[in-house]
């Protein structure tokens, strides 16, 4: 399978009966299938479900600048989101909708072999590495194996934290230095490949 496949396979996606009424269409993600790098959000707002672009709202417009600051744009990387459908009210997807949207996400990690996973948020940090605590986590980086891929994860606050925080910038700051620390990750893992091919 290849992920436009995997794509078309939850285009009409109907495991959760809650988000069939709730979202307009599936939100699969967007970017480069073939980036090094792996964005993971919660879940599709009202903006993503009409547009069907990941992060398109607000916290998209953050995003941009938050991957601006360490030279990168949208085609560099891949996003998706923990769930691919929007949840009524912008509530918290349920344990059991997680869930439903496993198997999916971890076919598309397998697909894309991904270098570096950034989770934003606690709800993609707490999917991949099983850890809660966004505060504590962020920043920091995880060696981790999915599929016998091993790969680093570096879980980071969610773009909308900053909207929430009244746009506080002692925390965009914050998530700047979140977002370099991913740079460095890349660079060091780009210099390992080059001795590697040397």
Known sequence: MNLT???EQYHNCKRCPQLCTSRSQVVFGSGNYQAEILLIGEAPGANEDKQGVPFCGMSGQILDQLLNSINLNRKDIFIT?????????????SPEEVENCRERLDQLIELMQPKVILTLGNFATQRILGKTGIKSLRGKSFPHKINNHTLTVVPVIHPAN??????????????????????????????QKNLFEF
């Open 162 to 191: 900053y909207l929430y925080s009244g746009r506080n910038p002692e925390l965009l700051q914050q998530m700047k230095y979140d977002f370099k620390k991913v740079l460095e990750i890349i660079q060091v893992k780009q210099e």
């Open 81 to 93: 989101n923990t769930i691919l459908c929007h949840p009524e009210n912008n509530r918290n997807p």
């Open 5 to 7: 496949a995997l794509e």
